[in-house]
């Protein structure tokens, strides 16, 4: 009798030594003289449970977790390969309340494939999206997109379909596609696990936006930490082309479609897609002037599809199952599912996949099951580190880019970091300003400039140096750099800064009404 074992082979398993179980699982069964067969998934998003482990058995694929090498053995006598009992099951994955409350949909494949198996993608349902793109025309293919409502996954939040139609109308002898999968935002982690872990959706969805635009050719500008992620891609995209997927052909139909990575330059500003364009080219980073935008005038001059990993992610199941299948996800002007990271102080980290509208309280408690610590969750940063801090008397406001611009925070790129009691927001608000100060590419003076007074000015407030006079400073620097800057990198720094002040005073030695207390 022949068994299969799944041991996920994403750097986040990795690192908690997912590849020592993997090769004691091989050597057990040697032993034992056991025929199993270990298939290196992709990580299911339950961050906490790795290394988990499962086999495939009759009521489904069972898991344990987490693993480590010296408990192999012990399931092996529990008989986990056929879903024997164990101190570390967690019984059928699929029906765990973290997954089975989710809405996956770039997700749907992520810990249930082998990531790099053409074959498995398209017995799970990879490929009919871009054959339904394929038989379309480009104007169809826009006007998909655009119904779909789908907006930006980078943060910026622009729709989608205006972006592409752009590129399709303007006339040019070569256009691009460029993926900004330069994740470098603070808890976050969804691109890194979609192109480890299902990097053919990536390559699905970039080869769709070049036949609907009519790119030729395609770039995935990958941050230079992302080691594991770049392998992944370089062996899928080889598998591609070997498959007629990529290349002169596409799957056949005479369209052409050519994809490369390229290694990022390790700076956040370059997650900017202007800076990114910048140094794809082989320029320092630095952001462009617009207009004109990338659409018009892009990388190397001509029209380029800009988008990021989750936005591509997302494109295959708009033309597989339609454009009103994912608009009935989400609410108001947010539609479709936005996979959100939970980071921090928080006691079960992970990936979630839901549709817009859902809350912070139910991504705290009932997905995270409160923080690590077991103290009070106090605020939460959203959107990365130049997200807004958010006090718990709006953890019930949901999760959509129009109801989080209304309370002056940001959705971002989904990512969530937690912080219980403890945390010191004067601290948190310096940060800020001392990571754009760091981060800058200096072309413009309120960020190169503003980002640096602004650590000198609350190093004072700390200090209880004339703080009544030091926060009208500080908030005039804000509105400075929200008004001036070139990029966001500057133009919402002060969204965290302006936040702590606004819901946390007292860090800051100020009363309710913002006046300094008298020591």
């Not at 610590?373 to 807004?388: D, F, H, K, N, Y």
Request: proline share 5%; charged share 20%; with cysteine.
């Amino acid at each position: 009798m022949s068994f299969r074992v799944f041991v996920p082979s994403d750097s986040a398993a990795l690192s908690v030594g997912a590849g020592a179980v993997a090769s004691v699982i091989a050597d057990e069964a040697a032993r034992r003289g056991l025929d199993v067969t270990i298939v290196r998934n992709g990580a299911r998003g339950m961050m906490w449970l790795e290394p988990l482990v499962e086999v495939e058995t009759p009521a489904g694929r069972v898991g344990y977790g987490p693993v480590r090498a010296a408990d192999v053995a012990s399931l092996f006598d529990a008989g986990f390969l056929t879903g024997g009992k164990h101190a570390l099951s967690i019984g059928v994955v699929s029906e765990h309340p973290y997954l089975a409350k989710q809405e996956r949909l770039c997700f749907a494949r992520v810990g249930v494939t082998d990531p790099l198996s053409w074959d498995d993608y398209c017995a799970h349902g990879g490929s009919r999206g871009l054959q339904a793109a394929l038989a379309m025309s480009g104007a169809d293919g826009v006007a998909a997109v655009t119904e779909s409502g789908l907006r930006g996954r980078g943060g910026a939040a622009f729709p989608t379909g205006i972006k592409w139609k752009t590129v399709l109308d303007t006339a040019a002898d070569q256009k691009y596609v460029v993926c900004n999968a330069d994740e470098g935002d603070s808890g976050t982690f969804s691109d890194r696990m979609t192109m480890e872990d299902d990097p053919f959706l990536l390559i699905e969805g970039m080869t769709i936006a070049g036949v609907v635009t009519g790119a030729t050719q395609g770039y995935i500008y990958v941050r230079s930490e992302y080691p594991h992620a770049e392998r992944a891609l370089l062996a899928a995209i080889a598998t591609a082309y070997e498959r007629g997927v990529l290349g002169e052909s596409v799957l056949g139909s005479g369209k052409r479609f050519d994809l490369e990575v390229r290694r990022g330059a390790g700076a956040y500003i370059c997650g900017e897609e202007t800076s990114l364009l910048e140094s794809l080219e082989g320029k320092r980073g630095t952001v462009r002037f617009k207009p004109p935008v990338p659409a018009i005038s892009g990388l190397f001059g001509k029209p380029t599809v800009i988008n990021n990993v989750i936005t591509f992610a997302s494109i295959p199941v708009i033309f597989d199952k339609g454009a009103a299948f994912y608009r009935d996800f989400g609410r108001g002007r947010s539609r479709g599912t936005l996979p959100i990271q939970l980071t921090g102080n928080i006691r079960r980290g992970g990936l979630v996949e839901k549709a817009f509208g859902v809350t912070l309280n139910e991504l705290l408690h009932d997905f995270g099951g409160g923080s690590a610590s077991g103290r009070p969750i106090r605020t939460v940063q959203v959107g990365g580190p130049l997200g807004a801090y958010i006090p718990e008397s709006q953890f019930d406001v949901p999760l959509d880019y129009e109801a989080y611009a209304s309370i002056g925070a940001m959705v971002g790129h989904g990512g969530i970091v937690v912080f219980d009691d403890t945390v010191d927001m004067a601290k948190m608000a310096r940060y800020a300003m001392e990571f754009c100060a760091i981060e800058s590419c200096g072309k413009c003076t309120p960020c190169r400039i503003g980002s640096t007074r602004g650590v000198e000015t609350i190093d004072r407030i700390i200090e209880g140096r004339d703080r009544g006079a030091q926060v009208v400073i500080l908030e005039d620097l804000c509105n400075t750099m929200l008004a001036g800057s070139l990029c966001a990198l500057g133009g919402m720094t002060p969204f965290p800064v302006l936040s702590a002040l606004k819901h946390f005073p007292q860090d800051f030695g100020l009363g309710p009404d913002g006046l300094a207390v008298a020591a």
